[in-house]
């Protein structure tokens, strides 16, 4: 399956924005973005004008690469919140925020979304009680994600639940040990990412 293998720090460097990649390193004084905040590049700091278009690729480049989901992946949740009743920008984040992958990672499960997204692949987790092993499974009202009990012996998740959560979960997800519930569904208000969804909106509606 196609991924992005390059350097992670390089891509917050590039939006000129943390998009919390690397876990714990992002909150620390490692973060490359606070050691190095410039555009990635020869001429990164010379980078300054930037074109209608190209505000607009930002602002999906940059929402993408914070859920860390590839292009066709983007433009079918698009699609999906463009056919759905409701302001388009919103439905396509709030699609994006129901990932089985970055609810385990709201709550606290994984320390970055690349890891959550192993963990499920790595069968850890359960939905209502079923296998779930597939991280773009998206999650209703009334979902429980559980970690399995045999995987709670996991050193490396052991680990994670023990660590103090650098993650603050979101009004919308009920936490218990190691459940976790969709108490409602997430509103423009309860995701933090820092992006003008309308504009977004705009570039694929050229």
């Not at 399956?1 to 390193?25: D, P, T, V």
């Not at 999650?139 to 660590?163: R, T």
């Not at 009004?171 to 309308?198: F, T």
Request: proline letters at 2%; aromatic letters at 8%; one cysteine or more.
């Amino acid at each position: 399956m196609a991924r992005y293998i390059g350097a992670a720090c390089k891509l917050c460097r590039r939006e000129s924005q943390k998009l919390f990649l690397k876990g714990a390193r992002c909150y620390s004084d490692k973060c490359a973005l606070t050691r190095r905040n410039s555009l990635p590049g020869q001429h990164g700091k010379g980078r300054k004008k930037t074109s209608e278009y190209g505000l607009q690729l930002r602002e999906k480049q940059k929402t993408r690469r914070f859920y860390g989901i590839l292009e066709s992946q983007f433009e079918k949740y698009f699609e999906m919140a463009e056919r759905k009743q409701g302001v388009t920008g919103e439905n396509l984040l709030r699609f994006l925020e129901l990932r089985l992958d970055n609810i385990v990672y709201r709550a606290g499960f994984a320390s970055s979304r690349k890891e959550a997204r192993q963990l499920v692949r790595h069968n850890h987790f359960t939905l209502n009680g079923n296998k779930a092993n597939i991280p773009s499974i998206l999650l209703k009202q009334g979902d429980i994600v559980e970690i399995k009990s045999k995987s709670l012996n996991s050193p490396k998740i052991k680990e994670l639940l023990d660590e103090k959560r650098m993650v603050i979960v979101p009004q919308w997800l009920e936490v218990e040990g190691s459940k976790v519930k969709v108490k409602e569904l997430p509103k423009r208000e309860d995701i933090d990412l820092e992006v003008s969804e309308h504009l977004i909106v705009e570039l694929y509606s050229k």
